[in-house]
């Protein structure tokens, strides 16, 4: 199994609602990543997981809550966020720390979320 | 400190005819190079990676690319357009053996012309 899965693939939310965003693997990575893109961009990196302990936050605001119950699992909590939050937010694995020497990110689909 | 590169913003190409995704790279160490594809409101597909083994890298889909050490530039190429390979393309340096940090370009759009 070589998929990164992401739920909901949409969400529309109003600045007062908090939702979740969900991420999960099974090909035993242990890096585990978020980012953002919005259009006609290149992803941005927001947070980067390892061991399930968060070893990169790229200065997001703390709007943006990560958190990462297990090591196939990755949650982006989301509270009082602003209509410019509006993007595709993606979730990428890999194998991380001591793995192969290309180190490559396998990327889920996407939530592309709205803010109201 | 690592940068990348891609020289064109969007290439438009006939169906049937080559393809060329030009990308130069910058690293202060031994490189990772990727090539991802995205479709449009999908996630990145990796279509070939980087190894030290072979200079000329074979990926999915027919694409391949060249690794050019004395150009820095890790340019992607098909053969034959196919209608389904218009996306937006992604060159992507990382650190070798690093796991966290990856640097993008700022993407590639191939239009396939009918």
């Known amino acids: 199994d070589t998929e990164v899965t992401q739920t909901p693939k949409h969400l529309v939310m109003g600045m007062t609602n908090k939702k979740s965003l969900k991420c999960e693997q099974h090909?035993?990575?242990?890096?585990m990543y978020w980012y953002k893109q919005k259009a006609k961009k290149p992803p941005e990196l927001m947070f980067v997981?390892?061991?399930?302990?968060?070893?990169i936050n790229e200065s997001v605001p703390s709007r943006f809550s990560p958190e990462c119950p297990n090591s196939s699992l990755l949650n982006l909590h989301l509270h009082a966020l602003q209509p410019e939050d509006s993007a595709l937010y993606l979730c990428?694995?890999?194998?991380?720390?001591?793995?192969?020497?290309?180190?490559?990110?396998?990327f889920g689909p996407g939530t592309r979320l709205t803010v109201l | 400190a690592q940068s990348v590169t891609q020289l064109d913003s969007h290439v438009s190409v006939s169906e049937g005819t080559p393809v060329l995704l030009r990308c130069n790279y910058s690293?202060?160490?031994?490189?990772?190079l990727f090539w991802y594809v995205q479709h449009p409101n999908k996630g990145l597909q990796l279509l070939l990676k980087?190894?030290?083994?072979?200079?000329l890298v074979k990926g999915i889909n027919g694409f391949e690319a060249e690794f050019k050490k004395s150009e820095t530039s890790f340019h992607l190429t098909k053969p034959s357009a196919h209608m389904s390979d218009a996306a937006e393309y992604f060159c992507?340096?990382?650190?070798?053996?690093?796991?966290?940090?990856?640097?993008f370009g700022t993407g590639t759009k191939l239009q396939v012309i009918p």
């Open positions: 990428a694995s890999s194998q991380g720390p001591g793995g192969s020497e290309y180190n490559e990110q396998f």
């Open positions: 090909m035993g990575h242990r890096a």
């Open positions: 997981y390892s061991y399930e302990k968060l070893s």
């Open positions: 690293s202060s160490y031994s490189p990772s």
């Open positions: 980087y190894t030290s083994a072979a200079t």
């Open positions: 992507v340096v990382s650190k070798s053996g690093g796991y966290q940090k990856v640097t």
